[in-house]
């Protein structure tokens, strides 16, 4: 039997509208993802989040030579996931940014928010998952990194096109990496 697990990507306030770096829209994706949410834990499906999780002086940040303003400061509002979203106790936290001098965009460059430290393939590994289930923000950027990791990992992985959005910095950006995905052998639900 196939194990599965929804893998819910940085869907913080600080990625939604009204937030520091707001993916146009980002926030529409919310009741998709609560279906899955739903779904998965009906099924007693593990459910893990992501957050990136940054100190107040992160390179990926513009007064440090970074792309974007500064967003998800562990301890402000913009860090936390989005109120809307309902998730069941238990869930799997994963964080990751929180070196100072180091960008990661993807999930799997995150460690559990709990003791055990575990890397997410580690953590996913130890409970037996083979099937990834992909949601999240930014389809472009850390939804695109988290997914190219997954397949490197070798795990089966799908991600719902209606429960992912990106930023198109240039038009077309998420359309190419949802594109690039499939190319690398993700499925597109
Ligand atoms: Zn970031």
Redesign the pocket.
């Known amino acids: 039997m196939t194990r599965d697990a929804l893998i819910i990507v940085d869907l913080q306030q600080d990625f939604c509208p009204g937030g520091a770096?707001a993916v146009p829209h980002g926030d529409a994706i919310i009741p998709v993802v609560q279906e899955w949410v739903n779904r998965f834990a009906d099924n007693r499906h593990l459910i893990v989040t992501t957050q990136?999780a940054?100190p107040p002086d992160?390179i990926?940040f513009l007064e440090r030579g970074g792309p974007?303003p500064p967003?998800?400061i562990v301890n402000t509002p913009g860090y936390l996931l989005h109120p809307a979203l309902r998730l069941p106790p238990g869930h799997a936290r994963f964080l990751k940014?929180q070196d100072r001098d180091r960008?990661a965009y993807s999930g799997f460059d995150g460690v559990s928010a709990d003791e055990s430290a575990l890397s997410l393939a580690d953590y996913l590994r130890s409970q037996s998952i083979d099937r990834l289930y992909i949601v999240g923000l930014a389809t472009d950027y850390c939804v695109r990194a988290t997914t190219l990791d997954a397949l490197a990992a070798g795990f089966e992985t799908v991600v719902i096109k209606n429960g992912v959005r990106g930023v198109d910095v240039s038009p077309g950006d998420s359309e190419r990496a949802l594109a690039e995905m499939a190319a690398k052998g993700a499925q597109l639900l």
């Open positions: 770096l990136d940054h992160h990926s974007w967003h998800c940014g960008e």
